[in-house]
């Protein structure tokens, strides 16, 4: 596509369940980056991939997440037993490379996540 | 770590007329890069400008610009005769580049918002 897709833009669950946010970054980008955003903060680096390996998990809060990215392509981020405190928009980006201009971050619009 | 901050949780200006946004940061690394991003309220995280540290010239992309003061590790954004379009949240990002260069340490943001 055009840009970096994500979906679902909105979603709300409850208390203890199981969600799944995907990301469809631009045609032919390698890296793949996932951030989340809370209320009226920045976004705060989670995850990265190159190709299907993550590269950088070092920002994901607990072993409650999870992301993969199995073809190098499209990612998931899986999130277990979801707790309010994870409700925040959750922001997907993807680069051609990893640094210089080929590393310029394409955002996403986000997934909106709210636990009740 | 690096840290980011903006001072300024709201700003206001009318339109045609310039307004500053701050931004400090705090880093050990003497090679890094600088950015501002903006986030209309669609969500999506839009590049505005972004400066290399090793160049001392301020970077500049039409009617925006920055003052990259090293030393005192200050990076500002000057936008000039302001428009409503320009309306939106505002955040100052960091990032030591290489392989890591789409992490990126964003700060807590700055609201701004252009009066007709």
């Known amino acids: 596509g055009a840009g970096v897709s994500q979906t679902p833009s909105n979603k709300v669950t409850e208390k203890g369940k199981y969600v799944e946010l995907r990301c469809d970054p631009i045609?032919?980008?390698?890296?793949l980056y996932w951030y989340r955003q809370s209320l009226g903060q920045g976004p705060e680096f989670l995850i990265y991939f190159q190709g299907t390996g993550a590269a950088d998990d070092s920002g994901l809060p607990n072993d409650r997440f999870f992301a993969v990215r199995p073809e190098g392509s499209v990612s998931t981020l899986k999130i277990q037993r979801t707790e309010r405190g994870d409700s925040a928009v959750y922001l997907c980006?993807?680069?051609?490379?990893?640094?210089?201009?080929?590393?310029?971050?394409?955002f996403g619009e986000g997934s909106r996540l709210t636990v009740l | 770590a690096q840290t980011v901050t903006q001072s300024q949780p709201e700003m206001s200006v009318q339109e045609a007329e310039t307004v500053t946004l701050s931004c400090t940061y705090d880093?050990?690394?003497?090679?890094?890069?600088l950015f501002w991003y903006k986030q209309p309220p669609s969500r999506q995280m839009i590049l505005v400008i972004r400066q290399e540290a090793y160049k001392q010239q301020n970077a500049t992309e039409n009617r925006f610009s920055v003052n990259f003061q090293k030393a005192a590790k200050s990076f500002s954004l000057k936008i000039s005769d302001s428009q409503l379009g320009d309306t939106a949240m505002y955040f100052c990002a960091f990032t030591k580049g290489g392989t890591s260069y789409g992490k990126l340490t964003f700060g807590q943001g700055t609201i701004l918002t252009v009066h007709p």
């Open positions: 980006a993807s680069s051609l490379g990893l640094a210089g201009e080929g590393g310029e971050l394409f």
């Open positions: 045609s032919g980008h390698t890296a």
């Open positions: 880093t050990s690394e003497s090679n890094y890069y």
